[in-house]
T-cell receptor, first 116, second 113 residues
Framework: GAGVSQSPSNKVTEKGKDVELRCDPI?????LYWYRQSLGQGLEFLIY????????KSGLPSDRFSAERTGGSVSTLTIQRTQQEDSAVYLC??????????????FGDGTRLSIL | KQEVTQIPAALSVPEGENLVLNCSFT??????LQWFRQDPGKGLTSLLL?????REQTSGRLNASLDKSSGRSTLYIAASQPGDSATYLC????????????FGTGTRLQVTL
């Protein structure tokens, strides 16, 4: 498709389980971002990938969170041993180029994660 | 600390009115500022991006201005329509933390018939 695609759109799981969230960026976009949107916290940055460079993981809230980007395209965000405070909407964005450019970020519709 | 603030948090206007949404940021060292709209249950739709060297950008009924020295941006919506009802988010790419956008908490706009 033409836009950023995220799956699943909704995920409900029990506390303590691991979850994987997927993001397909816009074709040709070299930069990919993950953000989290939760009630009372607004939108917060999690991680940034740019080409083959080491990712900026400075926004990951704990070591239970990890992400990878295979082949410079698809990315997965993994949350291990989920906690109730992980409940949020996880948004992925991509841009044609990353830091230092003035390219807009384009967002997917997000994955709504609910931890029971 | 680099912060972005949006006032008001919510706004209701009758159809046809022109309106202004405000965004302020604490550090003038920015790459750019981006305005988004978010509909309920959806992701963010990019509306306008203003580079740090620019003063304004226009797209259709939307006009965004940037005053970097005073740390302010406004989004002007002309002749508002019910379809403009959404949450509007301002996001800044600060030069010191250029990997990310720092978001305001948004203004929830309702345009009534």
């Amino acid at each position: 498709g033409a836009g950023v695609s995220q799956s699943p759109s909704n995920k409900v799981t029990e506390k303590g389980k691991d979850v994987e969230l997927r993001c397909d960026p816009i074709s040709g976009h070299t930069a990919l971002y993950w953000y989290r949107q939760s009630l009372g916290q607004g939108l917060e940055f999690l991680i940034y990938f740019q080409g083959n460079s080491a990712p900026d993981k400075s926004g990951l809230p704990s070591d239970r969170f990890s992400a990878e980007r295979t082949g410079g395209s698809v990315s997965t965000l993994t949350i291990q041993r989920t906690q109730q405070e992980d409940s949020a909407v996880y948004l992925c964005a991509s841009s044609l180029r990353g830091v230092g450019s003035n390219q807009p970020q384009h967002f997917g519709d997000g994955t709504r994660l609910s931890i029971l | 600390k680099q912060e972005v603030t949006q006032i008001p948090a919510a706004l209701s206007v009758p159809e046809g009115e022109n309106l202004v949404l405000n965004c302020s940021f604490t550090d003038s060292a920015i790459y750019n500022l981006q305005w988004f709209r978010q509909d309920p249950g959806k992701g963010l739709t990019s509306l306008l991006l203003i580079q740090s060297s620019q003063r304004e950008q226009t797209s259709g009924r939307l006009n965004a201005s940037l005053d970097k020295s005073s740390g302010r941006s406004t989004l002007y919506i002309a002749a508002s329509q019910p379809g403009d009802s959404a949450t509007y988010l301002c996001a800044v790419r600060f030069t010191g933390t250029a990997s990310k956008l720092t978001f305001g908490t948004g203004t929830r706009l309702q345009v009534t018939l």
